[in-house]
């Protein structure tokens, strides 16, 4: 029982009091855990906070530890540990120590996973493979020469909730390849200012704010599990069509952003060389953005999904993709679907070959239409048609953004 019943406008509120630059990633966060309670969702959601150290994803992912009934935190795990197979432990002592089943039915708190994404490139593929088989959510098959063939078959849900510094090139690469299962959302926490600074330091009240929020955030879930003992049987008949279209939208971009193209430096052509794009389909990010949509609409008091829960998939859809693609995605945004070489170079604050290079990539991969201005001007790229949504107003409304009419940006792009 939660020792303060707390609705879930007053836990925004204490998140907002404490911690204001963490409450819109928080709120995703805190959609994740929910999902457990909805009895149809058998697929493992997995969520990494990604900015640069000491920007508060260790804070915020601190908000959900001391709930020993549905959280497991840790500070170091590998891969391997979710099934055990150490040459030093006596088989039938390794259900003990084996992850896995510690997991079921809990989110699983990772407060740095840069050390497992820092491995060399054969140690990291083995990892995130196991990874990606554990988050289909049935359990796990190993088979060693020291203790055989060792298995958990069955349901094992769980979630993730991790941190990480910003990603890699290669590891957005080798995933891509393995099929990712990973969803990441940018922190984007803010530059303080130095009286900000100096009075951080001095603040004794620092980790209280922070044992506040973690208190409202158990005794909101702890309120959340006594409301629903059972469960939850989701009338997914109930939902809004137009909900699902934005979700079903949101899964063709991820997608599309997050395709593998192979691109290499062709030195006597001087010219870039990309391979043909290998795109998954978007079926299971579909079903992973409708359930941690319907986890955000149970924390907001309802059983049925409305348009206010789709702000996170929005952002996550595009913070999904390898770093450089998503900021151009963003610029584009931000410009109205158009922009021309020597916006791009600015925009993504690189050289014009690398200009070009990203512009090229996202036209390969269906994001947008690229056009050769010809007479040394570079090129122009626009977003395609069938992504057109991400411009309108209702995107940007969702979103709290500034819309920029297409018109618009083509006559200030000819100005430019």
């Not at 995130?128 to 088979?143: A, H, I, M, S, W």
């Not at 599990?225 to 809004?240: R, V």
Request: hydrophobic share 40%; charged share 25%.
């Amino acid at each position: 029982m939660p020792e303060k019943p707390i609705t879930f406008e007053e836990w925004r509120q204490t998140i907002r009091d404490n911690f204001p630059d963490l409450l819109f990633s928080a709120e995703v966060s805190m959609s994740i855990l929910p999902q457990i309670l909805i009895k149809d969702i058998t697929n493992p959601f997995a969520l990494v906070l990604v900015d640069v150290p000491s920007s508060g994803k260790t804070i915020e992912i601190n908000f959900f530890d001391g709930i020993p009934e549905l959280t497991y935190p840790t500070d170091k795990f590998s891969a391997a540990s979710f099934v055990s197979n150490a040459s030093n432990i006596a088989k039938e002592k390794l259900p003990e120590i084996d992850l896995l089943p510690r997991l079921q039915y809990r989110m699983f708190l990772i407060r740095d996973l840069a050390p497992l994404l820092a491995k060399d490139e054969n140690s990291l593929t083995e990892s995130l493979g196991t990874l990606t088989r554990v988050l289909d959510g049935e359990g796990l098959n190993t088979d060693t020469g020291v203790h055989g063939q060792r298995a958990y078959n069955g349901e094992y849900l769980f979630m993730i909730l991790a941190g990480s510094t910003p990603i890699q090139p290669r590891v957005w690469k080798i995933m891509g390849n393995l099929g990712s299962r990973l969803f990441f959302l940018t922190v984007n926490s803010r530059d303080k200012d130095e009286a900000e600074l100096a009075k951080q330091v001095v603040d004794e009240a620092y980790k209280q704010k922070e044992k506040v929020c973690r208190d409202a955030t158990r005794n909101f879930f702890y309120g959340l599990w006594n409301q629903y003992p059972q469960g939850i049987e989701w009338n997914k008949a109930g939902d809004s069509k137009d909900v699902l279209t934005v979700v079903a939208r949101c899964a063709k971009l991820l997608a599309r952003l997050r395709g593998v193209v192979n691109v290499w430096e062709d030195s006597f052509a001087n010219e870039y060389k990309y391979s043909t794009p290998t795109i998954e389909k978007p079926d299971r990010i579909n079903q992973l953005f409708f359930n941690l949509i319907r986890g955000h609409a149970l924390i907001s008091g309802r059983t049925q999904i409305a348009m206010e829960d789709v702000r996170g998939i929005i952002e996550l859809c595009i913070d999904g993709a390898p770093t450089a693609r998503a900021k151009l995605f963003r610029k584009l945004i931000e410009h109205g679907g158009i922009m021309k070489s020597a916006g791009v170079k600015e925009g993504l604050n690189c050289s014009l070959p690398t200009a070009h290079k990203e512009m090229k990539t996202l036209e390969i991969l269906g994001v947008c239409a690229q056009e050769d201005l010809g007479s040394g001007e570079g090129f122009k790229i626009t977003l395609a048609e069938d992504l057109a949504w991400f411009l309108s107003e209702e995107c940007n409304a969702i979103r709290g953004r500034t819309v920029v009419a297409p018109q618009a940006a083509e006559e200030a792009i000819k100005e430019f």
